[in-house]
């Protein structure tokens, strides 16, 4: 009967707006929440049999979904911890609970934000429990290879705030100019240049300069000893300079028009490394051997490097890297999702790399709470992605999301929500009264 099947559309119409009431209450609740992804319900007919002299209501479904792939205007903070996603994925997190408890199903989670912070043992969470994940770096700064379609390689993100380290010199520029004139077979010309070791103390890298003499023992014009000694290979029991001796190599310079001043050949001495004539390099092996410092004395032809021109000695540019031991001040990450620590030293080292997350379809991630989501059937496998690279967005330090919503939109949703509403009560109170003229004919 059409009259009853009025009633019934009715009913349903009343239970589809509820539905609808429900995700509008929701999003205008978490309309200032950090992250929060708007729930949104859509109908859709149901449609029974129909003949061309009868009409039968089938009445309405609704259906509800997330839009996860809406993203949130991004607000600035004053944390460096603070992050958030610019564009498309997901920072990998999972709960402090599952992470305590190590016979758990530790369900990876994802999340477009959070505010995090380190808790006593140093582990980067928020303050509802999630913990931030990353693939750890290695000692010197780089990031292994990791599988992209398993979460076995990410550990939770540790930052030791009473860490130390020391950043060992791998480079040294020896930018010196020698005299050209005023030279004997009497002049030595010292000089010391610091270094760091691996252990972080600090040596020195003796550099001295001689004349070159004949078999006779006369100056050759435009041509250099350079002896190289290391303090850290250094014997208290040697009695002769050359068993501390680490390289040395004749140098002669161009005295031409278009090169003077600058070297002509550089030549090692005995065993000593080679001369790397492209990049303008000899690569010592220093501390007794553990550590490597790549010595650039400038290319043949090259004014930046060992010139000799006028009658001065002078150490114009001399340089290295690497610094002493220094405490941990600031932790910081980058738009490609590298964990920067940086020590009062200006050292700055690479400690974790957090990857993004992404699927197929956003909008099939099973929702949960605190603004997380889990891999579904809908949603497709998993990919960890390089911040910036594929399809992924950046990742913002010193930001948050913001909440989806827009309240104002919601308001009139809500207007319309309780017009629909009311329209189907009316509709049910119609056909009650339709209903009961029909029992008041048999009176």
Do not use: C, H
């Not at 014009?221 to 190289?228: G, K």
């Not at 690479?350 to 889990?374: C, K, M, R, S």
Request: negative net charge; proline residues 3%; glycine residues 10%.
């Amino acid at each position: 009967m059409s009259i009853s099947s009025s009633l019934n559309a009715g009913v349903a119409g009343l239970a589809a707006n509820s539905t609808k009431l429900s995700t509008i209450s929701d999003n205008i609740a978490n309309s200032g929440t950090y992250g929060y992804k708007r729930a949104e319900t859509e109908f859709s007919s149901m449609v029974l049999s129909q003949t061309a002299n009868s009409y039968s209501a089938g009445g309405v479904r609704a259906s509800t979904s997330r839009i996860v792939d809406e993203q949130g205007a991004l607000v600035s903070t004053s944390n460096a911890l603070d992050l958030a996603v610019s564009g498309r994925g997901f920072l990998p997190v999972i709960s402090e609970v599952a992470l305590e408890n190590a016979q758990s199903n530790q369900t990876l989670q994802l999340t477009t934000t959070g505010a995090f912070r380190t808790d006593e043992d140093g582990v980067l969470k928020t303050n509802t429990g999630l913990v931030l994940l990353g693939w750890p770096a290695n000692a010197d700064g780089t990031i292994p290879t990791y599988a992209r379609d398993s979460v076995s390689g990410l550990q939770p993100v540790v930052i030791n705030a009473n860490q130390t380290a020391g950043d060992p010199t791998t480079k040294v520029n020896l930018g010196v100019n020698l005299p050209a004139v005023d030279v004997d077979d009497t002049t030595s010309l010292p000089l010391s240049v610091e270094y760091y070791g691996n252990l972080g103390t600090s040596e020195s890298l003796n550099v001295t300069f001689t004349p070159a003499l004949d078999t006779s023992g006369n100056v050759i014009e435009n041509t250099w000893t350079m002896e190289l000694r290391d303090s850290a290979t250094e014997d208290d029991a040697a009695t002769t300079a050359d068993e501390n001796l680490l390289a040395s190599y004749t140098l002669v310079f161009d005295n031409t028009t278009t090169n003077g001043g600058t070297l002509k050949s550089v030549t090692p001495i005995g065993t000593s490394p080679a001369y790397d004539s492209t990049n303008g390099t000899v690569t010592l092996s220093a501390a007794e051997g553990l550590q490597t410092i790549d010595l650039t004395i400038g290319k043949i032809g090259d004014t930046n490097g060992l010139t000799q021109l006028s009658d001065s000695f002078s150490p114009t540019n001399v340089t290295r890297d690497g610094s002493p031991v220094g405490s941990l001040t600031t932790v910081e990450v980058d738009e490609n999702g590298y964990v920067n620590a940086t020590y009062d030293t200006g050292f700055t080292r690479t400690i974790y790399q957090i990857p993004l997350v992404d699927v197929p379809n956003a909008n099939g991630l099973t929702a949960n709470d605190n603004q997380t989501f889990e891999i579904s059937g809908e949603s497709g496998s998993f990919f960890l992605w390089d911040a910036g690279d594929g399809p992924t967005g950046a990742i913002e330090g010193y930001a948050r999301e913001g909440s989806s919503v827009d309240v104002a939109k919601e308001l009139t949703d809500l207007i319309q929500t309780q017009r629909a509403y009311s329209s189907n009560a009316k509709v049910i109170q119609t056909v009650d009264e339709m209903l009961q003229e029909t029992t008041n004919i048999k009176r």
